[in-house]
């Protein structure tokens, strides 16, 4: 759908940064609505702007006098990236988390219901817990630890959040598709998840951190082909459709880990998860997308080899020193053993 009039909430973080600037390289005219400037969308990639320039709304996406200033008549397509995500912040912070992520999203649906705009609502592959019977479909049980641990109130509020967009195609007749990504990585995220503070660390001299030994399984999708799916879903997606956006291919997290330590030379140390992170967390063994669904609706599918995307991301923080400087969001690396 080129040339349409685009709102990317959220369009100043990681993930959105990069669909903004693949929305201008198509040429559509983008508004983001982000509560925070952040760096501008060529910082995460490295090149320029192309196409006109983005029409920036400031504001908590929970404010809706402030979200109207973005999605109004004439929107065409809104793609809701605004999320409270990361381990740490989900354990510091849990009731915001659970906030921004529902009624963050019912404010979006609700105003694009009004503006008679389609809606792509960005989820994740932690809606469906700890369920073992990997490879996820679509249609996966969600299995779940104690309401006790923090660690599941991102889940447990994405997961609400589908139920409302779905509840409003259903009822509103809204023209919404839910994207799921599993493990999205790359040039400009935030050094808090596992690629990104991994390389973080790595280039400020720091030692990597291995949870658990890294027997943990994940499957990396590098963040250009993630953007392609979520393109592919705006334009070919139909009402209530859910769609798994990930990497088929399993990777341990000492895979990655050792990745960016052969590539940098870094050393890696062992941490007990339990005791750096406390009762409040709890892990995932195994998270393994099955995204046949988009290859056989959409034609899409993650091509890009972690090794490859690993160095495309080394290659970027190595020539972005204010992305070096920027804190370490993990947890403290000195329970190491």
């Not at 390289?25 to 910082?43: K, L, N």
Request: glycine fraction near 10%; include cysteine.
């Amino acid at each position: 759908m080129a040339g349409a009039r685009a709102v990317v909430t959220g369009g100043s973080g990681f993930i959105g940064r990069h669909l903004v600037r693949a929305l201008l390289a198509r040429g559509d005219e983008v508004t983001v609505f982000d509560r925070e400037p952040g760096p501008p969308a060529h910082a995460a990639t490295g090149g320029r702007e192309p196409g006109p320039p983005v029409r920036t709304v400031t504001g908590d996406i929970r404010d809706r006098t402030r979200l109207a200033q973005a999605v109004g008549p004439g929107v065409d397509v809104v793609y809701h990236l605004a999320a409270e995500v990361g381990v740490d912040r989900y354990l510091a912070r849990p009731l915001d988390v659970i906030d921004v992520n529902f009624q963050g999203t019912r404010n979006v649906l609700e105003r694009a219901t009004e503006a008679g705009a389609r809606v792509v609502v960005a989820s994740t592959s932690e809606v469906f817990g700890k369920n073992p019977a990997v490879p996820w479909a679509e249609d996966a049980d969600r299995v779940l630890g104690s309401t006790a641990a923090d660690r599941w109130t991102y889940s447990s509020a994405k997961a609400m959040s589908e139920h409302l967009t779905l509840a409003f195609c259903r009822q509103h007749g809204l023209d919404a598709a839910i994207v799921r990504y599993f493990n999205a990585y790359g040039p400009g995220q935030r050094p808090a998840f596992v690629i990104s503070r991994t390389v973080h660390r790595a280039l400020n001299g720091q030692p990597l951190a291995l949870y658990d030994g890294g027997r943990q399984t994940r499957c990396f999708t590098y963040v250009a082909d993630a953007v392609a799916g979520t393109l592919l879903v705006a334009d070919r997606g139909g009402a209530g459709e859910v769609f798994n956006l990930g990497s088929m291919t399993e990777s341990t997290v000492r895979e990655a880990v050792t990745t960016v330590a052969a590539l940098t030379g870094a050393r890696t140390v062992e941490v007990d998860a339990r005791a750096a992170l406390g009762p409040a967390y709890e892990d995932v063994p195994r998270r393994v997308p099955d995204s046949t669904k988009a290859r056989r609706l959409l034609g899409w599918e993650a091509t890009t080899s972690l090794a490859e995307g690993v160095a495309r991301t080394i290659e970027w923080a190595r020539a972005n020193p204010w992305w070096l400087a920027a804190p370490d969001s993990g947890v403290p690396v000195a329970a190491a053993s």
